[in-house]
């Protein structure tokens, strides 16, 4: 049987959904006896496409251009990665700040009409001959896939005219998925297929792939560096501030793993698959277990199993008596827990180090990977929500409202208008991950409990724009079983 | 029509219409788009406008139909239909407009017919077809208003002589839009007149649709907004003064102040005596810092309406040399470049500066390395940032897109916001 090329779209994989509400136990049994069918919403709130991030992914590679063929709007999330790129460069200490080479060919009336190939290549053009770069991603929009325009063949012939530019088509058109996340797959399969090639490098001894989104902080990297060159392994990370010399390095990697569970985590199959390179999917290491479990994931690949365990071990010693302090702040709280599929599962197992009790998980999408987490947390709390929706703050304050959590750990905007202390697990300037950044958010959150004052303040004053009607309906009354997508 | 653009400063239409949309209070945008559009429009205006967005819906708290694959192919008004009912069913505001996004304006899905079902019920559900690929985020101004003065604002209201309507300033898309109308609102309601700025004081659909009671419009800007003066005009019998720039400082905005009341007809004392003390308030300030400020020979980057005010302020009252003043908003009827060149160029007592429309940052960024003349401050955006840093200018930031600061009622406008403005500039360094 010929093999099938993944499409990038994350839909496509069999047992994949993202609209369903049910509990922890509900959805496991369920998923075992495959009794799980794809739904959609009847009514929904905006969702965040792929295009945003295959931009986000690849926004802070040195020497390249970044092309959205698009409208000018389909630029606006780039503001995001923007922002990190800026604050990271600050972080690592450069003084004059850059801003990245974002060219918008900026689609129109005409373009829709007769077609948007002039623009393309007057902005791909214009990025040669303004920056010289290595690279020049082309990023598909919504628009442009409609209209038909053919960005391979369009950006195979400028590659002809520029040779000393790599021309990158990404196709990242937002129609195409539900789960923004497919945008960091169109972005690694158009790295494998330009970029890479299939072509073997010499193997460098002990270098690690590193994979991480721009949302990661430089104060997490340097953790989880520290983590890993205690094993000895010396650390490619990648694309997140990089070059195209270290993702051309990426097939002279002895092993890669991801620090987050939907980065890369198809591209390091690629990788094994295609360049036998071995590769560790575990968790996000946020929290004790998460990060025992991730660290010996990758120690286990490069046979570094004893040593992790030694490591392992002393940093336990370290974090254990200033945990158990949170502990203490912390235990037999109830916690409701909003985000995306890495983040969200890591704070529900990091809630587990504090002894936090879970009512409630919303998570995008389920699958095989989420099966696995939750199998874990039913083992430790005995009911709990779960919502499976990219954000869709209706079903969000609907669930809040009724389960009162004492803290809400996620996106704060609406539990915060309910009056629930907030902490955010998403933090892309300021510590997270690894041993220490569990110390961090810890605090946080217990330090936002015992002074919850914002919220309650704000709740008494802002109201949010729903019907009080709308709080005693069932929050899963707009997910439908048929026509879903 | 519109250009390729290196680092584009604001959204495409539909970024336009939400942004002002989501500033009047209990209005509902409903997206009939792709799965991403929500986020985009929130993010290219209002999340560099000074991180502030609508408390009522914004981003992804904002309904939408989430266009996909399946309604690329086969239309997309089912679903349309059913993210109205849901909307109307659980969110509580006084009106919803449905916004075209490019998917469903390419396969060219009938809104009106959706709508007019729902609005037929007696529920406020009115249709904007603009969608997003045919401009940029002005546009969406202009488009929201010609909604409202077709499907909105209504006829035969009784007219209020006291009554004024304030336009030009965009919400969420100028940083500085509610500090601005705050302050033009202080200012008039001194010389005793009625104020509609939309976006402020809860205003909300209801003084939308009693708009055409006002006594005059008051445009402050020097180029949007004629399509819809016109229209509130014929439609109305609402006349319009233009006023072509932002005022910052004493000596503008008295000039304001004057035309407002020439206009209008006000009694003189009244408004000599408030122009002697809105004055006098900020010379007592200015009074106490003199020679604090080192003297600059400063460039603006910023959108026609701020660069003007930005401009004419430090030259006019602050006596620094203006160098070079970048317009970063895409403009291109030349009759508006004529009129903005002439604000800037018509200078009490300083040079004129070299005047440019750019909005291309590449463009931006080389035409301020190549200024032969020396350059010591620059105004201008999160954008521009780097090429001051890169040649050693001090730089303010105080223009769209602006992501490095919050900005909650701060503006550089009127009497009291030459204040802020003057403050920030300084620099102990």
Same mark, same amino acid.
């Given at each position: ?45 905006? !969702?965040?496409? @792929?295009?945003?991030?295959?931009? &986000?992914? #690849?926004?802070? %590679? ?5 092309? =959205? ?126 970029? !890479?090639?299939? @072509?073997?490098?010499?193997?460098? &001894?002990? #270098?690690?792939? %590193? ?5 990661? =902080? ?268 | ?429």
């Amino acid at each position: 049987m010929a093999k099938v090329t993944y499409s990038g779209v994350r839909e496509s994989k069999p047992g994949r959904l993202n609209d369903l509400g049910s509990t922890g136990q509900e959805v496991s049994e369920n998923f075992k006896k495959g009794c799980l069918k794809r739904a959609d919403r009847s009514f929904a709130q905006g !969702l965040q496409c @792929q295009q945003i991030n295959s931009l &986000a992914a #690849l926004m802070s %590679l040195e020497d390249a251009v970044f092309i =959205s063929h698009s409208p000018q709007g389909c630029v606006g999330c780039s503001i995001m990665a923007v922002d990190m790129y800026r604050v990271g460069q600050i972080h690592r200490g450069v003084r004059n700040v850059k801003n990245p080479h974002l060219i918008v060919s900026n689609i129109d009336q005409k373009s829709v009409v007769f077609g948007g190939e002039k623009k393309l290549r007057e902005a791909v053009d214009k990025a040669v001959k303004r920056y010289a770069p290595k690279l020049a991603f082309v990023f598909a929009s919504c628009a442009s896939g409609i209209i038909g325009d053919d960005i391979d063949a369009i950006c195979s012939d400028l590659q002809t005219e520029y040779p000393d530019t790599l021309i990158i088509p990404i196709h990242c058109e937002g129609f195409k998925s539900k789960i923004c996340a497919s945008g960091f797959d169109a972005a690694f399969i158009s790295i494998n297929k330009y970029i !890479l090639k299939h @072509q073997k490098v010499e193997k460098e &001894a002990g #270098l690690i792939n %590193l994979f991480a989104p721009t949302t990661v =902080s430089y104060a997490d990297q340097k953790e989880m560096e520290r983590m890993l060159q205690l094993l000895g392994a010396k650390v490619n990370y990648i694309p997140f501030y990089s070059s195209l010399e270290k993702i051309r390095k990426i097939p002279a990697a002895e092993a890669s793993t991801s620090i987050c569970k939907v980065f890369a985590d198809e591209f390091m199959k690629t990788l094994w698959e295609e360049y036998e390179i071995p590769y560790s999917h575990t968790v996000m290491p946020i929290g004790i277990r998460n990060t025992d479990k991730w660290y010996r994931g990758i120690a286990k690949v490069i046979g570094k199993e004893k040593e992790v365990e030694e490591i392992i071990e002393k940093e336990h010693e370290r974090i254990e008596p200033l945990v158990k302090k949170l502990r203490d702040r912390l235990a037999g709280k109830r916690v409701f827990i909003c985000g995306g599929t890495g983040r969200s599962f890591a704070a529900a197992a990091l809630i587990d180090d504090f002894g936090m009790e879970l009512v409630g998980l919303e998570t995008p999408t389920y699958d095989d990977d989420a099966q696995v987490d939750i199998e874990y947390l039913n083992g430790i709390h005995k009911e709990f929500v779960v919502d499976i929706a990219n954000m869709q703050p209706f079903e969000q304050v609907n669930l809040v409202n009724k389960l009162k959590p004492d803290a809400f750990i996620g996106v704060p905007e609406w539990a915060a208008k309910l009056g629930v202390p907030t902490t955010h697990v998403l933090d892309g300037k300021r510590p997270t991950m690894g041993y220490d950044g569990l110390l961090f958010l810890g605090n946080k959150i217990a330090d936002q409990l015992e002074n919850p004052g914002f919220n309650k303040k704000l709740s008494e004053h802002v109201k949010l724009p729903y019907k009080e009607s709308w709080y005693k309906e069932d929050a899963f009354k707009y997910i439908i079983r048929e026509g879903g997508n | 029509m519109s250009n390729v653009t290196e680092f584009p400063k604001g959204g495409c239409v539909l970024a336009g219409i939400n942004s002002v949309l989501s500033a009047i209070d209990r209005v509902c945008p409903i997206f009939h788009s792709g799965p991403g559009c929500c986020m985009q429009t929130t993010a290219s205006d209002a999340g560099q406008s000074g991180h502030k967005s609508s408390c009522f819906v914004s981003a992804v708290s904002i309904p939408s139909s989430n266009m996909l694959e399946k309604e690329v192919v086969f239309g997309g008004t089912n679903k349309l239909r059913t993210t109205i009912q849901g909307a109307v069913d659980i969110i509580d505001a006084d009106a919803y407009f449905v916004l075209t996004g490019c998917t469903a304006g390419i396969i060219g899905d009938d809104i009106a017919s959706v709508t007019n079902e729902f609005f037929e019920k007696g529920i406020p559900v009115y249709p904007i077809e603009t969608p997003g690929f045919t401009g940029d985020s002005n546009l969406g101004y202009e488009t929201v208003w010609n909604t409202f003065l077709d499907k909105v604002i209504e006829k035969d209201v009784p007219k209020d002589d006291k009554l004024v309507n304030i336009f030009g300033i965009i919400p969420y898309h100028d940083p500085f839009w509610s500090g601005t109308l705050e302050e033009i609102d202080r200012i008039l309601s001194r010389l005793g007149l009625k104020v509609n700025t939309f976006f402020t004081k809860g205003q909300g659909i209801e003084t939308i649709r009693k708009s055409s009671g006002a006594a005059l419009n008051i445009i402050v800007n020097p180029w949007l907004f004629k399509g819809p003066a016109a229209k509130y005009e014929s439609k109305f019998g609402v006349p319009s003064l233009r006023i072509p720039g932002l005022f910052v400082g004493a000596t503008d905005t008295t000039k304001f102040v004057r035309k407002v009341a020439e206009e209008l007809h006000l009694d003189k004392d009244l408004v000599e005596k408030v122009i002697a003390d809105e004055e006098k308030y900020v010379y007592s300030y200015l009074g106490q810092a003199i020679g604090v400020l080192s003297w600059k020979r400063f460039a603006v980057v910023a959108d026609a309406n701020n660069a003007v005010g930005f401009t004419r302020y430090l030259a006019n009252d602050y006596s620094f040399t203006p160098v070079l003043v970048i317009i970063s908003e895409p403009i291109f009827r030349p009759e508006d470049k004529e009129t903005i060149i002439k604000e800037i160029e018509n200078l009490e007592y300083a040079r004129p500066p070299k005047v440019l429309f750019l909005s291309d940052q590449y463009e931006i960024n080389q035409a301020i390395r190549e200024e032969e003349e020396e350059i010591t401050l620059l105004v201008g955006s999160s954008n521009d940032r780097e090429v001051a840093l890169e040649k050693d200018i001090q730089f303010i930031l105080g223009a769209f897109p602006m992501s490095e600061r919050l900005i909650f009622n701060r503006t550089y406008a009127g009497y009291r916001g030459s204040l802020t403005f003057t403050e920030d500039i300084y620099d102990n360094n």
